[in-house]
């Protein structure tokens, strides 16, 4: 079976400073994995994907995510936070369970910045 | 590239009718695609895998006489609510992926449509 796990419903940072959204995940089979952002009002966005390429994956606006299957996470991380990164995060697991692909979405962070 | 649009964006219905929303694919082909709901302040929930020429493949859980999807073409797929309650209000979103992508692709998200039923 196949599960995902975002393991903090609200995250708030400083701008400028460290960010880290944290995802843990489940699969009988090697899976991809990808990070979303949704904006207010607007449609989700592709931030990064893994698809057992390189485990450091660099994703678009200074994202980028660590793929570790000793800890089964791929948590999301940025260097320095800016304010137009609020906005809700979605981690996403998908892979082939039982002959049939499957796609499953995390609960989702809410990002804040702090001025 | 890899534009996915849906309309209406925002709908609002009596109970008992039905609302048809539709996804397009601006600039690619998509064989496949795929419609979610959200409710307010919660993740996405797929309901159905729509594939072009054939029937979709609904979750666990999702009414099919109710939900009804087509997939025509290539660029095309809609969701009919159809006898709509306000329990069905929600946020609906669909998603495209380009053929050949495998299984492992992106998939591209439309901006949603918001469903209100009175």
């Known amino acids: 079976a196949q599960s995902v796990t975002q393991l903090d419903s609200h995250v708030s940072v400083s701008e400028g400073t460290p960010v880290l959204l944290r995802c843990n995940y489940s699969s009988s089979y090697s899976p991809s994995l990808f990070w979303y952002v949704q904006h207010p009002n607007k449609g989700l966005q592709l931030l990064l994907k893994?698809?057992?390429?390189?485990?450091l994956v660099k994703g678009i606006n200074g994202f980028e995510a660590e793929f570790k299957k000793s800890e089964t996470s791929f948590h999301l991380t940025k260097p320095s936070a800016h304010m137009s990164d609020a906005a809700e995060y979605f981690c996403v697991v998908w892979g082939v369970y039982s002959s049939a692909s499957k796609i499953i979405f995390g609960s989702g962070t809410r990002l804040s910045i702090r001025p | 590239g890899a534009v996915v649009s849906q309309h209406p964006s925002w709908v609002i219905c009596k109970s008992g009718t039905s609302v048809k929303i539709e996804c397009r694919s601006l600039?690619?082909?998509?064989?496949?695609m795929f419609w979610y709901r959200q409710f307010p302040k919660q993740s996405l929930m797929l309901m159905a895998t729509?594939?072009?020429?054939?029937?979709?493949?609904?979750e666990q859980g999702v009414e099919k006489d109710k939900f009804l999807i087509n997939h025509a073409s290539l660029t095309l797929s809609t969701l009919t609510v159809t006898s709509a309650h306000p329990e069905d209000s929600s946020f609906y979103i669909c998603s495209a992926s380009p053929p050949l992508a495998g299984l492992s692709d992106t998939q591209y998200f439309g901006p949603g449509t918001r469903l209100t039923v009175l």
């Open positions: 893994y698809t057992s390429a390189a485990t």
């Open positions: 729509s594939n072009e020429g054939s029937k979709a493949t609904y």
């Open positions: 600039d690619f082909q998509a064989t496949t």
